[in-house]
């Protein structure tokens, strides 16, 4: 089980504070378990982690194990909640260099459309130089600006390589079982299809094959990541405080009404950048509206307490963190000795990399908690596939709870659309002269 420890904010909050919400938090869990919440047209989440491989596994570790023989390079084209959870999940286990070595057998993951850069664009094209790859198209609505000029281009790519019968057999798209561009193109080209349930969301989508398609091509065992989820989904249907995910959506609700507006959601693994991309994502789309939220921001630690440690220790009162720990890994690094010592670092001498690690978090939450911010720790233990799976779900419902808390809907993001809106004007696109 993931443990929050909370001892941490007491300074801010007493144990009658956080009792009194038993019946709040009780309230907004069962909201989304008996699926009266606002949006519970998109519930469909908490239904996806399952312990028995299912056909559309099956066809997802089949096309993965093609993908792997046949390429050396997988395209992920998607954005937002189509294109952060892959990431997360590979990156996590397999670190930010993961790409470092690998080729056909255990093809390289990028991704694309998940901007609009040209010189990602162009350093794209030059890596895909002489490689054979396959690409995977992700858009839940199909009609996305971002990954669809990504389509275009890479699937153009791909037909000059490979002829358009050759092509056809690189193009995967998960998209709507019935709706949307992306659908009626892969029907009408021939691509294999998978499906997001029209009852997920987009960041809810990483337990669909969204997340597993991706996660299986850079060798992760989705089996593994599904069986954590599963188990996830009955550990924490706990309905009382012994719930990690009622300490962590009441206390954070508790703190942003005594005015911490920002969550600093970090961890000391650079490996771990883009789940808290993930996380940022989750919990700012889904609980960003009506004028309500905190802030979602996430850090790497140590690096960024060389960066943002200054603001976090002295600056304005309104934020709180999480620390995401994990257990050590098993091959450790030992400090050596130097006999001359010039950087008088020998008081280390035999001690390891990761006991340096652990008073460097124990001395960061002691500093910041004096500073008056308050601190969760969140202890997940050892890092492994199963893990991954179990995190993505306990962090979803945490999202659902503490978003029923805020008493906002956390299924829509009306906001998205007004950026786009004005982008299409701009580009003179049909239908949005005015
Ligand atoms: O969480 C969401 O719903 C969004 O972030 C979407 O995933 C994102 O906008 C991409 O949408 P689509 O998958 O329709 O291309």
Redesign the pocket.
Known sequence: MIKVDISNVWGQLSLPDLLATEKEVAAAHAALTDHTGAGSDFHGWLDLPTTQETPEMHRIQEAADRIRANSDVFIVI?????YLGPRAAIELLQGCNHNLGKGKGNPQVFFAGNGLSTRYWNELCRLLEGKDFSIAI???????TE?AIATRALRWMLERKYGTDGAKKRIYAITDPCKGALRQMAEEEGWETFVIPPDV???F?VLSPVGLLPMAVAGIDIRQVMAGAAEAKETYNLRSFENPVWLYAATRNLLYRNGKVMEIFESYEPSFKMFGGWWQ?LFG?SEGKDGKGIFPVSAEFTADLHSLGQMIQQGERNMFETMVRFAPPEHRYTIGGDYKNLDGLNYLEGKTLDFVDEQAFRGTVAAHVDGGVPVMVMDCGELNDAKVGEMFYFLELCCGVSAYMLGVNPFN?PG?EFYKRNMFHLLGKPGYEN
């Open positions: 998607g954005i937002g909640g189509s992700i858009s839940k609505s199909g009609t996305t990954p969301g987009g960041r989508s994502q789309e993001q998205v």
